[in-house]
């Protein structure tokens, strides 16, 4: 038999902590993708930065591989001291074998509820914890994680569709400006967007963009 063999043989106890390691770390690589988008602050720094190259009118500039990569990192900066309080209380006991499974979820679900919760909005929660006929928690960690995840979503969105207004009005305005120009000199045949998009990058660039929205995503995150 060999190695790896007798390091995954169900016949020993060593073989069956493995296995079940194996099967849990499988498990969590086939959630994390929805894990990533639902359950951090993900879904907000991605909708925000697809809101900036919208209101520019670039079309794919930037691409979505830039946009999704800029995403990911400013998300792992935000969220690096959550994840090392999971890797202290959940993770690294586990794999020591000085708390069991259960504990470890119970452990890294109270950390996750607990950041959840600082910027879920209660009347988002209170509807899912209404319709999934919950009883009123009396504190965050007693808040089922199926009520909690998408109320976070929901509210992970409204906010950063606000702040994706806030972004489109100067950008609009350019527009407006534009288009009168435009007809007032008889120019109806020649798209506003074309002559717009210089102005949008000027305004952008002069302003430092990209500094101003990543700043403001990351004050809204504090």
């Avoid at 007693?142 to 409204?158: F, Q, T």
Wanted: proline share 6%.
């Amino acid at each position: 038999m060999t190695t790896i063999e007798n390091l995954i043989s169900l016949d020993t106890p060593s073989g069956t902590a493995t296995s079940v390691k194996l099967l849990v770390l499988l498990t969590l690589l086939s959630l994390a993708p929805s894990l990533l988008i639902l359950m951090t602050c993900f879904t907000r720094v991605i909708v925000v930065l697809s809101f900036v190259r919208s209101a520019l009118g670039t079309q794919q500039t930037p691409p979505n591989q830039l946009l999704v990569g800029l995403a990911l990192f400013i998300t792992l900066f935000v969220m690096a001291p959550v994840l090392t309080e999971l890797n202290t209380t959940a993770l690294q006991p586990y794999m020591d074998e000085k708390i069991s499974q259960d504990e470890a979820f119970d452990q890294a679900g109270g950390t996750m509820k607990r950041f959840m919760s600082q910027y879920t909005r209660s009347n988002d929660l209170e509807l899912f914890l209404k319709y999934g006929n919950y009883e009123k928690p009396e504190k965050v960690e007693d808040i089922p994680l199926v009520a909690l995840v998408p109320a976070y979503a929901i509210s992970e969105l409204k906010t950063a569709f606000q702040i994706g207004f806030m972004i489109f009005i100067p950008f609009l305005v350019i527009d407006m400006v534009v288009s009168s120009v435009l007809m007032s000199m008889g120019m109806m045949m020649l798209p506003p967007v074309m002559i717009a998009l210089p102005f949008k990058l000027l305004l952008f660039i002069l302003v430092d963009g990209w500094h101003l929205i990543v700043e403001s995503l990351l004050v809204s995150m504090r």
